[in-house]
């Protein structure tokens, strides 16, 4: 019989990265009509679109007439930012501009991806209303996208959200999960930062943010403008290393907080906590606890002495 395409269509740029997946899968479980685009890795199951083409993009979205564009597409790593500060610029804000003002031409509701890096973490937490004053080149450019997005579609919404992790495709998909070699070869003592507050934040619980925001935006056109959303568990990497080892019963007596600044790389916020009270406010969010997210996002690649025991001996 006939299957009901459902009616509301939505297009995710950046649909097979770790946020994208999520959101592709959230809006495609609740009756969207979802249409996710990539470029390295999007073939077969997504469109394949350089978002720095503006025909294509003008193409697909004109074609597939979305109501709603979820563009999580970015260049996220903040050393690979300061070494490849034209092309990152390229990608998360031009591509971002132009997404808007294509949004904007068939009254589509954009919502743009950025990140508590735009603070400078001096004193938090940070409301939508604080100014922003990023320390290193990957805040800006996301800061610089930001303003690209509501200088072309004034009905945009900027969801600022903090570290991710999830199901990852590989451990190092996200800065949380590519902890866990660490953790789990516990034969070799692994220096890891306690001085940057973080976050984590489940990219279920995004892609879930997304979709709540989209469909009270299909409501009420007063959604629009700036908008936190963080998990409310405050962690450095050291303290997220050692859950995830107790998480797996692991030891952890291998794992070496180290409390000093960070010295290479970008500069790194110390503490860009998020206040998310606004969209709370709203009855919009969501929250998985760390410990069960991370156990879910990272069983796969367990590498399990007893279970090798007994297949291997």
């Known amino acids: 019989e006939d299957v009901d395409i459902p009616s509301r269509r939505v297009l995710i740029t950046g649909a097979t990265g770790l946020l994208g997946r999520a959101v592709f899968k959230e809006f495609n479980g609740n009756n969207w009509n979802a249409v996710g685009c990539g470029y390295r890795r999007a073939q077969p199951r997504f ?101 690209a997005v509501l ?5 945009a919404v900027v969801l600022r959200i903090p570290i991710l992790y999830g199901e990852v495709e590989r451990l190092e998909e996200s800065a949380v999960t590519v902890m866990f070699d660490k953790v789990q070869f516990s034969n070799k003592s692994a220096n890891m930062d306690h001085w940057q507050q973080r ?42 290393a050692c859950a995830i080892a107790d998480a797996f019963n692991l030891p952890s007596s291998h794992l070496r907080p180290i409390t000093d600044c960070p010295v290479v790389g970008a500069l790194r916020p110390r503490n860009a906590q998020l206040d998310c009270s606004k969209l709370e406010m709203l009855g919009i969010g969501q929250r998985t606890p760390f410990r069960a997210g991370i156990k879910e996002s990272l069983w796969p690649f367990l590498i399990d002495k007893r279970w090798r025991q007994t297949v291997f001996h």
């Open 47 to 147: 469109e394949q679109i350089n978002l720095l083409d503006f025909t294509a993009v003008h193409d697909i979205i004109n074609d597939f007439q979305p109501h709603v564009i979820v563009h999580c597409a970015a260049e996220r790593r903040p050393d690979v930012v300061e070494s490849q500060l034209d092309a990152a610029s390229q990608l998360n804000v031009a591509a971002s501009g132009n997404l808007a003002k294509e949004a904007a031409g068939i009254g589509a509701f954009l919502i743009y991806i950025s990140t508590d890096y735009v603070f400078d973490g001096t004193s938090p937490p940070y409301k939508e209303t604080d100014a922003p004053n990023p320390l290193n080149l990957y805040g800006k450019t996301k800061l610089e996208g930001e303003k």
């Open 199 to 240: 976050y984590p934040t489940n990219v279920k619980d995004v892609a879930a943010v997304c979709r709540q925001l989209a469909e009270k935006r299909m409501l009420d056109p007063s959604v629009k403008g700036t908008f936190h959303w963080s998990g409310n568990e405050q962690m450095t990497k050291y303290e997220m």
């Open 151 to 155: 200088e072309n579609n004034q009905d």
